[in-house]
T-cell receptor, first 115, second 115 residues
Framework: GAVVSQHPSRVICKSGTSVKIECRSLDFQATTMFWYRQFPKKSLMLMATSNEGSKATYEQGVEKDKFLINHASLTLSTLTVTSAHPEDSSFYIC???????????FGDGTRLSIL | DAKTTQPPSMDCAEGRAANLPCNHSTISGNEYVYWYRQIHSQGPQYIIHGLKNNETNEMASLIITEDRKSSTLILPHATLRDTAVYYCIVRVFGAGGTSYGKLTFGQGTILTVHP
């Protein structure tokens, strides 16, 4: 149980393109999901907390207009990287936690490469 | 959330027990210890968590010292597939407010299991 699915797993696109990444909780409902970013040989850094039915909470230094988050249902959150540039190339990972005494579970990540 | 300190790297022979230490000397009474691991190019995988009692599951054992200032993750019979970065994270379980569910990742321990 507690499976989190991310799609796509890899994206390669031209500079200026907007890219949408989906995060789904397959066997549980999640009112809160999290988006992380990871650069090569670095640790995960939390970007934002996605809240179902309300605005996301962004960490300091993360541009809200650059990284649009939508959490329209209890099983789906999306991260859209708008007008992506090469410096946005990174590994993006989402996570979600089932209710009750359950730990957080992560998707397999999306590797974004902007040419 | 309390900060954790882990050795940057460790080696282990296949079939032997891997003991990964973590120091969390500033841990609060209501903070849990979580362990995750990240295999290259994948999202983090939940391993185990505990508050003050030792815990065991199908993946590993977690030993927490009586004063809770440190813990050890034990992989009883390491295999080559256990080669990964192991993260020890301390946080309040189910905390409310804006920090709800957030996990702060440090640099972790790179565990290399060799034949």
């Amino acid at each position: 149980g507690a499976v989190v699915s991310q799609h796509p797993s890899r994206v390669i696109c031209k500079s200026g393109t907007s890219v949408k990444i989906e995060c789904r909780s397959l066997d549980f409902q999640a009112t809160t999901m999290f988006w992380y970013r990871q650069f090569p040989k670095k640790s995960l850094m939390l970007m934002a907390t996605s809240n179902e039915g309300s605005k996301a909470t962004y960490e300091q230094g993360v541009e809200k207009d650059k990284f649009l988050i939508n959490h329209a249902s209890l099983t789906l959150s999306t991260l859209t990287v708008t007008s992506a540039h090469p410096e946005d190339s990174s590994f993006y990972i989402c996570s979600a936690r089932p209710g009750g005494n359950q730990p957080q579970h992560f998707g397999d990540g999306t590797r974004l490469s902007i040419l | 959330d309390a900060k954790t300190t882990q050795p940057p790297s460790m080696d282990c022979a296949e079939g032997r027990a891997a003991n990964l230490p973590c120091n969390h000397s500033t841990i609060s009474g209501n903070e849990y210890v979580y362990w995750y691991r990240q295999i290259h190019s994948q999202g983090p995988q939940y391993i185990i968590h505990g508050l003050k009692n030792n815990e065991t599951n199908e993946m590993a054992s977690l030993i927490i010292t009586e004063d809770r200032k440190s813990s050890t993750l034990i992989l009883p019979h390491a295999t080559l597939r256990d080669t990964a970065v192991y993260y020890c994270i301390v946080r309040v379980f189910g905390a409310g407010g804006t920090s709800y569910g957030k996990l702060t990742f440090g640099q972790g321990t790179i565990l290399t299991v060799h034949p």
